[in-house]
T-cell receptor, first 113, second 115 residues
Framework: EAGVTQFPSHSVIEKGQTVTLRCDPI?????LYWYRRVMGKEIKFLLH????????ESGMPNNRFLAERTGGTYSTLKVQPAELEDSGVYFC???????????FGPGTRLTVT | AQSVTQLDSQVPVFEEAPVELRCNYS??????LFWYVQYPNQGLQLLLK??????LVKGINGFEAEFNKSQTSFHLRKPSVHISDTAEYFC?????????????FGSGTRLSIRP
């Protein structure tokens, strides 16, 4: 069974540009989470989807970040326009319904110059 | 609200020596407790978890952790480390009364093993 996959693995963009990160959860996992680790600090929660609905988006830093999960399968996280402080590693995780165990993807390293 | 504190950002240890990585948490509600590991150039992997029952939890690769409710701690231990244990370790919690809830992570501890 394939694990959580994320694309791209690395992205380098200039300040003001737009970047879209993609996450493919484990097949059948209704829960999908986005997390971010900035500059070696703690990994912080961004938001949680249940199928295509946003269950909790309390961690989204500002309106430059837009997450979608059309059809309840894969998810995208768009940053527009990107700022220097958005640099970090973005992790995606998924879990089954009513499960506390989340499976993490390898992350996307975003560098904004 | 919950928070997790990992007191040591880096822990250097000689190979085959024992190691303890410290973790303390704060929460107004009951929580589940986790340790995740991130090996170089890889994603996060669950090492072990405490849900209920015995306070001593055994995980993969010979690691174990002990839940201490009175001290709100969940320290990770291994009696003898190997070079392959070089990684970053994250202590984490999630709210017990809400299934499928977000995970709150500590800032991580880098374990470096010296031959």
């Amino acid at each position: 069974e394939a694990g959580v996959t994320q694309f791209p693995s690395h992205s380098v963009i200039e300040k003001g540009q737009t970047v879209t990160l993609r996450c493919d959860p484990i097949s059948g996992h209704d829960n999908l989470y986005w997390y971010r680790r900035v500059m070696g600090k703690e990994i912080k929660f961004l938001l949680h989807f249940v199928k295509e609905s946003k269950q909790d988006e309390s961690g989204m830093p500002n309106n430059r970040f837009l997450a979608e999960r059309t059809g309840g399968t894969y998810s995208t996280l768009k940053v527009q326009p990107a700022e220097l402080e958005d640099s970090g590693v973005y992790f995606c995780a998924s879990s089954q319904v009513d499960s506390i165990e989340q499976y993490f993807g390898p992350g996307t390293r975003l560098t904004v110059t | 609200a919950q928070s997790v504190t990992q007191l040591d950002s880096q822990v250097p240890v000689f190979e085959e020596a024992p190691v303890e990585l410290r973790c303390n948490y704060s929460s107004s509600v009951s929580v589940y407790l986790f340790w995740y590991v991130q090996y170089p150039n890889q994603g996060l992997q669950l090492l072990l978890k405490y849900l209920s029952g015995s306070t001593l939890v055994k995980g993969i690769n010979g690691f174990e952790a002990e839940f201490n409710k009175s001290q709100t701690s969940f320290h990770l231990r291994k009696p003898s480390v190997h070079i392959s244990d070089t990684a970053e370790y994250f202590c984490a919690v999630s709210e017990m009364d809400s299934s499928a809830s977000k995970i709150i992570f500590g800032s991580g501890t880098r374990l470096s093993i010296r031959p």
